[in-house]
């Protein structure tokens, strides 16, 4: 036999035994729950896995194939030793590496590898669903026509000046109340952290050096409390209308810029009472707001996203937003954390962004360039998977919600 006999026979074997691993199981579920919401839930699956690009299925088989490795490790962690397998870390290691190649490698493997025969397997699968059960005609497709660039712009313009509305509009203090709650938070720091627990400000007034941090914090924080639940709010014209979906949480996002630059100005008047100027270092406040910006989309983009499949993570982001508070230098200085905690402490992005702006604005000295080349690291890594993992469940929010 050739060496192109050969890898023809290889290529044949491997796309038949991939088909019918991938889909025995699933002729056996459709055939025994015709009819149930089981079955047409599937039915959608399967018909957005047959209207996927021979790269995107080879990403989901890599992808299946991390959250293999994934399980077995934690079934390892719950399995007594003595029943545990022979060599499980090599086993990890090959379904992890064997997943990475997939992924990275899909482009290549999809001109290689058309991939027609998985279609018509899909296909022959389809056909069992009685047409009682086919999909309705107002079912929201992925396929829907895509707008312009300048019509998703104009619907985020929208939502944010929706939503700044709905927040001001029927209350008796209104936009005072931007400035609210980061004031009424440093008066509470300055008597119990910078009088009862006489915590150092460095040489700076407490109360500035308090506030400078609860700005951005409070950015932060209530972007983060608003974003996660973005999504469930806006349930209606999600399920109805396809646009990118990233436009809500980002939305919730940009109407806080109001109330950041509300509190930024009286930020301001109080550097005016304390007669401090602003230095040549302030420039790099600028640097700052970026990261604080773009690590807040990142996180809203994945507590939203993670949100709708569990709708108990909005109570477990709140808990851990009261918890980071107190774990992120606000109230005190990353130099009075000790030395054995002061890496656990460099991780939290928040540190190096609330560092480096009361360092450039309050005291006008440079920031610390390894602390913030970690924190800008760390953003870029957590931006990056929060964009992959939101546009990857994004085509079933519309069935979840």
Not at 55 to 77: C, F, P, S, Y
């Amino acid at each position: 036999m050739s060496t192109d006999d050969f890898q023809g026979a290889a290529r044949v074997v491997t796309r038949s035994w991939v088909a019918r691993t991938c889909f025995r199981g699933l002729h056996v579920m459709r055939a025994a729950a015709v009819g149930s919401v089981e079955v047409r839930a599937l039915g959608r699956v399967s018909r957005q896995f047959v209207g996927a690009s021979t790269t995107d299925r080879v990403r989901l088989a890599g992808l299946l194939l991390l959250t293999a490795a994934i399980t077995h490790r934690l079934l390892l962690e719950l399995m007594p030793w003595s029943l545990r397998p022979v060599a499980p870390l090599l086993l990890r290691l090959e379904v992890v590496l064997a997943s990475l190649v997939l992924v990275f490698a899909a482009p290549w493997l999809a001109r290689a590898w058309p991939g027609s025969r998985l279609r018509r397997v899909v296909g022959d699968i389809d056909d069992m669903i009685p047409a009682s059960n086919a999909m309705p005609s107002d079912t929201l497709l992925d396929d829907s026509p895509r707008l312009s660039a300048g019509a998703y712009w104009e619907l985020l313009v929208n939502l944010t000046k929706r939503e700044v509305k709905g927040r001001y509009s029927q209350s008796f203090f209104g936009f005072a109340w931007a400035i609210a709650q980061p004031l009424a938070t440093m008066l509470v720091f300055t008597f119990v952290f910078g009088r009862l627990g006489q915590i150092s400000a460095g040489g700076a007034p407490y109360p500035l050096f308090a506030y400078a941090a609860l700005v951005p914090w409070f950015f932060f924080s209530n972007s983060v409390s608003s974003g996660t639940m973005s999504l469930i709010t806006y349930r209606n014209i999600v399920t109805k209308t396809y646009f990118p979906r990233e436009i809500i949480p980002l939305s919730q996002v940009c109407s806080r810029f109001l109330d950041f630059g509300a509190a930024a100005l009286l930020f301001a008047v109080m550097m005016a009472y304390y007669r401090i100027g602003v230095g040549v270092w302030g420039l790099s406040a600028l640097l700052f707001f970026v990261m604080l910006v773009a690590f807040t989309i990142a996180v809203t983009l994945l507590s939203s996203a993670i949100n709708v499949f569990y709708r108990d993570v909005s109570a477990v982001i709140t808990i851990a937003l009261q918890l980071w508070l107190y774990l992120t230098p606000v109230a005190y200085p990353l130099s009075a954390v000790p030395a054995k905690y002061r890496l656990f402490f460099s991780l939290n992005p928040l540190t190096a962004i609330i560092e480096g702006s009361r360092a450039a604005l309050v005291f006008n000295r440079p920031s610390d360039p390894a602390l913030t080349g970690l924190a800008a690291a760390i953003i870029v890594a957590l931006a990056i998977v929060s964009y992959i993992v939101f546009k990857t469940l994004d085509r079933y929010f519309a069935d979840l919600i």
